[in-house]
């Protein structure tokens, strides 16, 4: 057959593949679902507190521990919107390796996926 070669190639990465959707939810970043959802509720908590600290009638100086408060929530929240993103594209690079498996890809994003497959085990062998 002509075509037999392209999912040949196909196939050698789908184990890997399968193994980095399967195994590694989160290869290419550290947070997963569970902590944003996590960092979503310290956010929603600190927020809480902030609106409970009396605001009428307070001296235009605000007191030190509202400005952390604001701070830290300012923090969390941007931690919180990279952390969100990074999921997305974790998402779909997960969707984009189960098309490998299934042996659809875009030759270019196969090429970008075996690349990253390549650094992982570098760093797997680095440690």
């Known amino acids: 057959?002509?075509?037999g070669r392209s999912s040949d190639l196909l196939h050698?990465?789908?184990e890997d593949a399968l193994l980095w959707v399967t195994c590694t939810p989160c290869v290419l970043y550290p947070l997963c679902p569970v902590q944003i959802t996590e960092l979503s509720?310290?956010?929603?908590?600190l927020k809480e507190a902030l609106n409970a600290l009396p605001?009428?009638?307070a001296p235009p100086q605000s007191p030190p521990n509202t400005a952390a408060l604001?701070?830290?929530v300012r923090a969390l929240e941007?931690?919180?919107?990279?952390e969100t993103r990074h999921s997305k594209v974790v998402t779909l690079y997960r969707s984009h390796l189960l098309y490998a498996v299934q042996g659809h890809?875009?030759?270019d994003v196969q090429?970008?996926?075996c690349q990253i497959l390549r650094m992982q085990r570098l760093q797997e062998q680095g440690r």
């Open 41 to 45: 509720k310290e956010v929603f908590r």
């Open 70 to 72: 604001q701070a830290r």
């Open 105 to 107: 890809m875009d030759e």
């Open 55 to 57: 605001e009428s009638g």
């Open 12 to 14: 050698g990465h789908a």
């Open 78 to 82: 941007e931690k919180l919107e990279t």
């Open 111 to 113: 090429r970008l996926l």
């Open 1 to 3: 057959g002509g075509g």
